[in-house]
C-alpha cells in the first residue's frame, strides 16, 4: 500500500515540479527510467499481493480488480506521451485505485475467518 501511494503522489506532484527538479539535484525523479520502474514496482507488488491473498484468504477479486484499473490507467496515460492538463490527474487517480485496492485488501484479510488478519493480505 506504501508505494502504490508513494506512486499515486509521484504521479499526481511530478508534472508540476518536474521544472524544478534538475535545479534541486533530483533530475532521476523526473527520467522515464524511474517511472517506469515504480510502475514496475507497484505492480509486482500489488500482483503478488492481490493474488496471494485472493487464493490464501478471501477469495474476493474485489481489490485485485480495482488494482488492474488503476494500473491500467496509469500504463496507458504513460503511454500516450500527451504532457496535457489530463495527465496528472489520471496519473493521480490511477495511483489512488491502486492504494484503494491494497487497502480493500487489507480490510477483507483482516475480516475473513482463514487469515484473521495475521499476513494482512502480503
Sequence with gaps: M??????AVHCAVLPF??????????????????????????????????LRAFLRHHRHAGPGLLFVVGLSLVVVTRLRHAEDVLEPIALGVGGVFAAAAHWMNLRLCQGCEGCAGVDAGL
Design 2 to 7: 506504501l508505494i502504490s501511494a508513494a506512486c
Design 17 to 50: 515540479i518536474a521544472g524544478l527538479l534538475p535545479l534541486l539535484g533530483l533530475y532521476h525523479f523526473a527520467d522515464e527510467w524511474f517511472e517506469w520502474s515504480m510502475v514496475g514496482v507497484t505492480a509486482l507488488i500489488g500482483a503478488v499481493g492481490h
